[in-house]
């Protein structure tokens, strides 16, 4: 069965510097997005992604976030500058369609910033 | 503002009970709500629900949806210890792409 994948599976790093998080989203899916996790707490819309671009975003995705499918299977988070309160798991999601159609989620990648 | 509440938080039941796990929303525009079962790691897909009273089975696991009342209820007979998990509740919110809003969720807890 198609799944989603996500790499790495643990990613520790130190404040201030750059991380990306990477996803082989389910390959005839069109609608991509990011979620996360912070520990004990809800899972948080991040980011969708259509047809090359940034379909919605949450208040969370501000400038220090960017995402990129940069070729025809990769679906990429990028933090430009991490704060520890970026440390979280983060969830990759993909979909067939935009409506009545359920998200497949990946294994996620846990952040840890110290 | 869009609210997905879920109830109990927490659950702790013997093997073989019955549960019930509850799921409110107040979302703009609905159009299906979606369980999923988060064990250690990723969300995996349970169910989508769109029309209210018909319910969805699968084994042991059962949803259905009331959209007077603005609810859902994932029900899970015979339990076993696979079953613990964290159960959560999701509404897509469309503008463009949908985007899922989370409840909290409901960790349950089988103890054999």
């Known amino acids: 069965e198609p799944e989603v994948t996500q790499t790495p599976s643990h990613q520790v790093t130190q404040m201030g510097q750059e991380v990306i998080l990477r996803c082989v989203p389910i390959s005839n899916h069109l609608y991509f997005y990011w979620y996360r996790q912070i520990l004990g707490q809800k899972v948080e819309f991040l980011v969708s992604?259509?047809?090359?671009?940034?379909?919605?975003k949450s208040e969370i995705f501000d400038d220090q976030f960017s995402v990129e499918r940069p070729d025809g299977s990769n679906f990429t988070l990028k933090i430009r500058s991490t704060k520890l309160e970026d440390s979280a798991m983060y969830f990759c999601a993909s979909t067939l369609t935009g409506d009545f159609y359920e998200q497949y989620f990946g294994p996620g990648t846990r952040l840890t910033v110290t | 503002e869009d609210k997905v509440v879920q109830s109990p938080l927490s659950l702790v039941v013997h093997e073989g009970d019955t549960v019930t796990l509850n799921c409110s929303y107040e979302v703009t525009n609905f159009r299906s709500l979606l369980w999923y079962k988060q064990e250690k790691k990723a969300p995996t897909f349970l169910f989508m629900l769109?029309?209210?009273?018909i319910e969805k089975k699968s084994g042991r696991l059962s949803s259905i949806l009331d959209k007077k009342e603005l609810f859902s209820i994932l029900n899970i007979t015979a339990t076993q210890t696979g079953d613990s998990a964290v159960y959560l509740c999701a509404v897509p919110r469309f503008q463009g792409a949908q985007k899922l809003v989370f409840g909290q969720g409901t960790r349950l807890t089988i103890n054999p």
């Open positions: 992604f259509y047809n090359n671009e940034i379909s919605e």
């Open positions: 769109t029309s209210s009273g």
